[in-house]
């Protein structure tokens, strides 16, 4: 197990629920919060210090500067603003880069020689802009990609067929946004494949997998619609995603990653794909056999993240 220290910058309704839910499972050794206002890290680490007597073991939780990325395994970046009223999508871009920009150029600063994680969207853009104003290996920089997109699929699926979640393998790939997609052709229960799973019961149908896709894709706007924000699924992802990482588990999740070639289509432009992770970080992305649309969708998604990327002259 490598320094299992994590810094967490910004502390906003995703950063906590991502440290909350490390204190509840013990995954790391130390936790700092950094966030542009010092009394609110200040605040958390100090309600997060008073519950470890319930968790699992003991842990250093403090609020801190750029200084403690020094030494950290792994940097995870929240932060970011919300789209004003009126505001252009490539003004958002353009204001969420500039803010990604700068918390990397103060991360690098301190020494930093470790993992970044970027949860901040739209995530394939700012885990791109991290990796270009870093100069980390693009295996040292690793956006959230589709993990939670992954999970609200295996749910809903999981739901319908009344099987453990933790058996149904599936994967939604693409943008963490409307082009994502399921590569339903690799999408199995247990060893079986969802078109046996389908004949085999009446519980699913073809039908139901339009149904299961929308459902996952709209999931944020639902949730947002309820409560404003969405925030403890993609920080307990975070965390397994944190988990993979510091225990060296060769765990294959849907995360954003440079493409590189693995896939026929553009290099250059982080993507959610399934990946190998590791200590190293990414170890190798899974080259999946996709039939004929879902190579399109792919390119298609890719191009939507590239497009953006112009947008902001990256």
Known sequence: MQN????????????????????????VEELVLIDIDHDKAEGEAMDL????????????????????????????ITAGVNQKEGETRTHLLTRNAGIIKAVVTQIMAS???GILLVASNPVDILAYVAWKESGLHHSRVIGS??????????????RMIHIDTRNVHAYILGEHGDSEFVCWSNANV???????????????????????YKKVKNAAYEIIKRKRATYYGV??????????????????????VLNNGIYDCDKDVYIGLPAVLNKDGIHHIVKLEM?????EL????????RNNLDSIEY
């Open 49 to 76: 210090n008073h519950g470890l007597a319930f968790g699992p073991r003991k842990m250093n939780i403090k609020a801190g500067d750029y200084s403690d990325c020094k030494d950290a395994g792994l940097v995870v």
């Open 298 to 305: 792919l390119r298609s998604s890719i191009r939507i993240i």
């Open 4 to 27: 299992s220290k994590v810094v967490v910058v910004g502390t906003g309704f995703v950063g906590m629920s991502y440290a909350y839910a490390l204190v509840n499972q013990g995954t």
């Open 145 to 158: 990609g589709t993990s939670l997109d992954t999970a609200r699929l295996r749910y809903e699926i999981a």
């Open 190 to 212: 247990g060893a079986k494949p969802i078109s046996d799973v389908i004949n085999s019961m009446e519980e699913i149908s073809f039908e139901d997998l339009d149904i299961i």
């Open 111 to 113: 020494g930093f020689n």
């Open 291 to 295: 039939n004929d649309e879902e190579k």
């Open 235 to 256: 920080g307990m992802a975070l965390v397994r995603i944190t988990a993979a990482i510091f225990n060296n588990e060769n765990r294959i999740m849907p995360v954003s």
